[in-house]
């Protein structure tokens, strides 16, 4: 989240494909009334300050998708903002629900995606499986508050990305926080850590000396996950360097 009181470009829900599937139904979308009012004391973020100024965004390394428009390469002028230097975490998100009482649109609808191999949830709650990623079941019961299905909770995972967030549900946190989601633009220039022209926000190779940058997936993908940096699905934030700006989880983790 920035502080910038810019509304983001643009906003889409997630893309079939390798990382996340469609979602073929949505929760009816609260009115901006119904939207929790600002507090009067923001929760504590840690800021990081960033300088702006003109850069290189797109994909320098031609191994984007076209249609998401990530070429060609242009010059982007950003004026001074600030940033969060993590992600919001569970615990964050838990204090904004139990302040405002607030739901998410997977607990409104009842369902959310999970990853096959960590869904914690019995057969009666598995209700689909996507056709565009079939890795990623629909399961009843899954939210921010039990991320692998009804049979786990969120409680070990406080320091975690937090994750079945929509774009409602982000902008309704922003909102209640004081803060706004970063444009396109922003969290580009935010996330390459004053890098220019490189595939990851620490260089071009994904682990410089054997060492882990990032959580992703290691192993044989989508069934044989090796853990070989020690997690199998998400990571607290915080657990790999951070970018050029002091940004944390700028790669990897929940699909960065």
Known sequence: MTSSPTPPRRSTGPTPGCCTPGRTQQAPQP??????????????????ALPGGTFAMGDACDEGYPADGEGPVHLVDVAPFSIDAT???TTAFAAFAQATG????AERAGSSAVFDLFALARPHDILGRSSAAPWWLEVRGANWRHPYGPLGDADALGEHPVTHISHYDALAYCRWAG?????EAQ????????????????????????????????GDFPTRPTGADGWFATSPVRTYPANGFGLYDVAGNVWE
């Open 31 to 48: 009115a901006l009334l119904a939207v929790p009012a600002p507090r009067k004391e923001r929760p504590r973020h840690e800021d990081v």
């Open 179 to 183: 803060r706004a989601l970063p444009t």
């Open 187 to 218: 969290w580009e220039y935010a996330a390459r850590g004053g890098l220019a022209g490189r595939r990851y926000s620490w260089g071009d190779d994904l682990m410089p000396g054997g060492e882990f940058r990032c959580r992703i997936w290691h």
């Open 87 to 89: 992600p919001v975490t």
């Open 102 to 105: 607030y739901l998410t649109d």
